[in-house]
């Protein structure tokens, strides 16, 4: 199983950005996908997640400005980020729970606020 992040770059505060996951890599199913992300010196912290359920959960810090959203057909999760701060800046890590096998993660794609 492999995870495709891409989207990311500079960005200016109070601007948008989407970033984008694909999953590929033979038959599986999966149960949750999101993003997690990492500023230098922090641990890597939720963003936010959705399930099977449709069930959402996001970061306090996101809440209102950031959107996760899937297309099961692509296996793909997508990261809808309006209203950027600076301390938003971070890796962003998108990550699929498959059913049967666990946690599985991208390399990771860097974005950076700042005007």
Known sequence: ???????????????????SCVVSGGQFVINV????RQAPGKP????GR????DVYTYSDSVKGRFTVSRDNA???VYLEMNGL????????????HVVGRGNYW??????????
């Not at 996908?33 to 997690?36: D, F, T």
């Open 85 to 96: 701060k600076p301390e938003d800046t971070a890796v962003y890590y998108c990550f699929a």
């Open 106 to 115: 991208g390399k990771g794609t860097q974005v950076t606020v700042s005007s």
């Open 33 to 36: 996908m999101g993003w997690y």
């Open 74 to 76: 692509k296996n793909a």
């Open 44 to 47: 890597r912290e939720l963003v």
């Open 1 to 19: 199983v492999q995870l495709q992040a891409s989207g990311g770059g500079l960005a200016q505060p109070g601007g948008s950005q989407r970033l």
């Open 50 to 53: 959705l399930n099977n359920a």
